[in-house]
């Protein structure tokens, strides 16, 4: 059985950081690329982050660009996001999802498997 297990979500003020991880178990979890969404109350699921099967292959939604970095690593069989300078459009549930190909998609409906999401609260 699959199982993505997101952690590290909290509440922080504006300016702040913080680290999210994803820990994956029942997958070969190098043949995956994997994806961080976001979700805030009333809104659809957006992309923020993509890491490939390379780890070096990272791609980012235009409105985190510069503050937040995608990471992996393939012995811990964990994906990290580091966020940097965070402000109060980052509050939101963030979700990781793993993808079957070398590179990680943007339509959350290309993912194969999800997290059950850690929530990030961003005060003024």
């Known amino acids: 059985q699959v199982q993505l297990v997101e952690s590290g979500g909290g509440m922080v003020q504006a300016g702040g950081s913080l680290r999210l991880s994803c820990a994956a178990s029942?997958?070969?979890?190098?043949?995956?690329?994997m994806g961080w969404f976001r979700q805030a109350p009333g809104k659809e699921r957006e992309f923020v982050a993509g890491?490939?099967?390379?780890?070096?292959?990272?791609t980012y939604a235009d409105f985190v660009k510069g503050r937040f970095t995608g990471s992996r690593d393939d012995a811990k069989n964990t994906v990290y996001l580091q966020m940097n300078s965070l402000n109060p459009e980052d509050t939101a549930a963030y979700f990781c999802a793993a993808r079957g190909s070398w590179w990680p998609a943007r339509s959350p409906g290309l993912y194969d498997y999800w997290g059950q999401g850690t929530q990030v609260s961003v005060s003024l």
């Open positions: 890491i490939g099967r390379s780890g070096i292959d990272t």
């Open positions: 029942g997958l070969t979890f190098s043949s995956y690329s």
